[in-house]
């Protein structure tokens, strides 16, 4: 059973932040000071997610609110839908959607059990969302879905604050792609910096599996100018790049959309990632959480 321990908050009556020891380090939920049910989680001091009970339809961080964008482009207003989540954190993105569309099913792979406990401990899901949290690795997971099951796959694994290799290469997209349904959309943070070799690697990895990709992200990271995350959409049908451009560029946190010619040209010729070539995701540098 995983521990968990309580350190002071930050004044009088405010809530605790809690830690616990799990197998990406050292996990945090540390409050939000404007809203009483709200939480941060931090693996290692790297934010994962944001999680508000009261209200899990509310998004904070940047590429959540982008990967929110895409859940609710990803079939009409309110259809449930099915989805598959590779990564848990907090299980942000399983709750915004369960909210928004009641009676989807869901499945959450997370591979580190400790978290997930201490998750469930502190944030727990309600019974009536129908979602499932698996313990298992995020392409292990892949292999236990039929084909054709998804209408979503959500890609936001992290092993502290860097992707695992097996999880960037064509062969698993090949998998991803298996268990989407004709019409199904796969969506992944993706995190890097200048001069965004691994951004780029992806995104000529997924053109080889998918045949519509679009890609958001801050015109900053675009530019190399900062490390931080990406969205990459991929899907086998045409994508509603309008809609998409208009959400994210009018959001709290405005990004762009790359799509067609120039996602292709901002590739710069980088190959696709395989089984044999892959390699996490890059580190981030000192401060880029500060």
């Not at 992290?158 to 695992?164: E, K, W, Y």
């Not at 990406?230 to 045409?238: C, K, Q, R, T």
């Not at 044999?276 to 959480?289: D, E, K, L, Y």
Request: proline share 9%; glycine share 10%; charged share 20%.
């Amino acid at each position: 059973m995983t521990k968990s321990r309580r350190r002071r908050g930050g004044g009088s009556g405010s809530p605790e932040a809690l830690t616990a020891v799990v197998a990406g380090g050292t996990a945090e939920l540390v409050p939000d000071p404007e809203r009483s049910r709200a939480w941060t989680l931090l693996v290692d001091g790297a934010p994962q997610s944001h999680v508000d009970l009261d209200d899990p339809e509310r998004l904070s961080f940047a590429y959540q609110r982008r990967l929110g964008h895409i859940a609710d482009l990803a079939a009409p207003p309110g259809r449930p839908v099915h989805a598959l989540h590779l990564g848990g954190g907090a299980f942000t993105l399983a709750r915004y959607i369960a909210a928004g569309r009641p009676r989807s099913t869901q499945q959450i792979a997370e591979v580190d059990g400790a978290l997930v406990e201490f998750v469930r401990a502190h944030l727990p899901l309600d019974p009536r969302d129908r979602i499932r949290v698996r313990t298992v690795d995020a392409r292990a997971a892949l292999g236990r879905i039929a084909d054709g099951w998804a209408d979503l796959v959500i890609a936001d694994v992290f092993d502290g604050a860097r992707t695992p290799a097996h999880l960037t290469s064509t062969e698993f997209l090949t998998e991803v792609r298996r268990v989407l349904r004709p019409g199904g959309w796969y969506a992944a943070n993706i995190t890097d910096g200048g001069p965004l070799v691994h951004l780029r690697g992806q995104v000529a990895t997924a053109a080889e599996v998918f045949p519509e990709l679009a890609l958001a992200a801050d015109p900053a990271l675009l530019r190399g100018r900062r490390f931080g995350n990406a969205v990459l959409l991929g899907a086998a049908g045409e994508l509603p790049i309008a809609e998409l451009t208009r959400l994210i560029a009018s959001d709290p946190h405005p990004g762009r959309v790359e799509h067609g010619r120039t996602l292709a040209a901002f590739t710069g010729g980088a190959p696709a990632v395989t089984d044999a070539t892959a390699r996490p995701s890059p580190s981030p540098p000192p401060g880029a959480f500060d």
